[in-house]
């Protein structure tokens, strides 16, 4: 892709569930998408993170946590909760989520306004979970119809307890260029699509092919990372690290990954960024620490 103006150009756009993670030190601003926009933007492009947010105190601590981390962002106000999520961490730092339902965020309006960044979007990335429910899920699709068609559309899978469907997963896998998903979400996808009892290389390339995507982006955690593209596949080593939580850390790859491919990087040195980005993250507490400035190089 060619370089982008980007401090005068159009968004890069995080767009889904918007919540606080309640852990175990306390209460933490996330949501994939909103980690998302945060780390593209680190990249000097501009980002905005879209949702919706309650009519509550937490609705008012979100939108001063965004405005303290300068990110940009669209969370109309609507008469439900806004998102909350328990999270617990293991001995190695691993989450797990209880995700509440009812909340803003399953209740997105497609607003004007929200035309507008669509019709703008450089990029998108949105996931299943804000999908979960049909208002969320219209609203997430009436912003792809959106969008030009140079965007550059990111489907981070992000499977979250039972909140996803066959229907969901292959709508979106049929309006993405890229798919990101982690090893565990490709045991599932992979049974879905009758792929299981195939190697995972074989199982993503059998994806790129069947909806023709750009790219694919597989996490294995300490395992490593892998990109495959339709000419080329890309695999690095996970860096050793003292975890201090992987809370963001898969996002934080995604928006880094975003932002240098729209930099013009090849697929090899973005994917090399979106690893040593990644790792920084899991050696900070939360999901939105300021990335130095050696790793944007």
């Known amino acids: 892709m060619m370089k982008q103006d980007k401090l005068h150009g159009r968004p890069i756009v995080g767009l889904g569930e918007a919540l ?10 996330g949501g994939a998408p909103a980690n998302f926009a945060y780390h593209a933007s680190q990249f000097g492009f501009p980002a905005i993170a879209v949702s919706a947010l309650g009519e509550d105190s937490l609705g008012d601590d979100t939108v001063r946590a965004f405005d303290e981390h300068n990110l940009k962002h669209l969370m109309p106000r609507v008469p439900y909760p806004t998102g909350t999520v328990q999270v617990t961490l293991d001995e190695q730092g691993v989450p797990s ?12 309006p497609f607003t004007p306004e929200m035309e507008t960044i669509a019709h703008e979007a450089l990029a998108v990335c949105w996931g299943s ?5 049909a208002v969320s899920q219209a609203t997430i699709g009436r912003f792809l ?9 990111i489907f981070d899978i992000n499977l979250r307890q039972h909140y996803y469907s066959r229907e969901v997963i292959e709508t979106s896998l049929q309006r993405c260029d890229i798919l990101k998903i982690n090893d565990e979400e490709l045991a599932i996808v992979g049974k879905m699509m009758a792929l299981e009892g195939l190697p995972a290389e ?4 059998s ?14 955690g300490t395992d490593g990372s892998h990109v495959f593209t339709p000419e080329e596949s890309s695999f690095l080593p996970t860096p050793a690290v003292q975890v201090a939580d992987t809370v963001g850390a898969g996002d934080s790859f995604t928006g880094a990954f975003c932002a240098a491919i729209l930099n013009g990087l090849p697929v090899r040195e973005a994917h090399r960024r979106a690893v040593d980005v990644s790792a920084f993250v899991c050696t900070q507490d939360g999901a939105m620490p300021v990335v130095p400035e050696s790793l944007k190089a």
């Open 207 to 220: 994806l790129v092919n069947a909806y023709g995507l750009k790219m694919l982006i597989l996490t294995c």
């Open 145 to 153: 119809d959106a969008t030009q068609a140079d965007c550059l559309k």
């Open 129 to 133: 979970l804000a999908q979960r429910n």
């Open 97 to 108: 989520y209880h995700i509440k339902e009812g909340v803003a965020w399953d209740n997105i």
């Open 20 to 29: 606080w993670d309640m852990l175990p030190d306390g209460s933490q601003l």
């Open 202 to 205: 074989e199982q993503c390339r």
